[in-house]
């Protein structure tokens, strides 16, 4: 919070002069997310397939897990940081960057484990926690200021989400022949006269319980985060990984 100072003078006809000090108080988003009650949840299981613990491979000196652990304290936005894993060096290094732990079952840690059961498991542990933000480490350009514009928008939507924008033309196969999927052959759209798809990168989700515990993350009530195209990378592959570690050295500016 910061308190500015105004001092206002005011002069009548006869000359005379009032000074009136005016105290105007500006609230900043830091403050908006120091007084919610949104816990972060980061879902890191150890049986990664295309990288082997993937969540601990190395970018710019951190880990995926500590890098979104870091930029998610710096955002001062959250109750508590929970890492959710099934692996003991995760856990350490959730725990060594200040995050909490919680011990996921098995069950709830294999390759075909929807995030939605991972999630329910954790509320189900955690049963004052009603609001949370789903963060995802394969999103290694994830930003503070992502984060405290989502939980602006948090406070008048049941969920947000990070998106970018596309303007690819899809085309999709309908009864063996190739069809455009959402534009007109004879009026294909220029770039400029169009916003665009919104795609989601899976970067975050916030959520809140009651749409959970019908099965879902994200409802009618939606608002997006619009990130940068260049901050869109999803780590799912050794090449990723080198992308990442790539652009990464390119930038001047990291926000850990």
């Not at 200040?98 to 329910?120: E, N």
Request: with cysteine; aromatic share 10%; hydrophobic share 40%.
């Amino acid at each position: 919070m910061k308190i500015v100072i105004i001092n206002t003078m005011l002069f009548t006809r006869h000359a005379l002069c009032f000074i009136f000090t005016l105290f105007v108080v500006k609230i900043s988003c830091t403050d908006l997310c120091l007084e919610n009650n949104i816990h972060a949840l980061i879902l890191a299981r150890g049986g990664s397939k295309g990288i082997k613990l993937k969540n601990l491979a190395q970018v710019g000196g951190y880990s995926l897990l500590a890098r979104t652990i870091k930029t998610i304290k710096n955002s001062s936005c959250f109750k508590h940081i929970w890492v959710s894993t099934d692996d003991k060096n995760i856990a350490l290094e959730a725990q060594k960057f200040g995050a909490l732990v919680h011990h996921r079952p098995l069950q709830f840690a294999r390759d075909d484990t929807p995030s939605i059961d991972a999630i329910a498991e954790f509320l189900n542990s955690h049963t004052t926690i009603q609001d949370f933000a789903l963060f995802q480490c394969t999103s290694v350009f994830l930003k503070t200021n992502y984060i405290q514009e989502a939980v602006q928008k948090f406070e008048s939507h049941d969920c947000v989400f990070a998106a970018k924008r596309s303007h690819y033309l899809r085309w999709k196969m309908v009864d063996g022949f190739l069809v455009p999927a959402e534009f007109n052959l004879t009026s294909r759209p220029r770039r400029q006269d169009w916003k665009g798809d919104i795609v989601e990168t899976g970067m975050f989700y916030f959520s809140r319980r009651r749409l959970v515990d019908i099965g879902l993350l994200q409802n009618n009530r939606c608002s997006i985060v619009e990130i940068d195209a260049n901050d869109g990378l999803e780590i799912d592959s050794g090449h990723d990984l080198t992308m990442a570690k790539y652009i990464l050295s390119s930038r001047t500016k990291i926000d850990l």
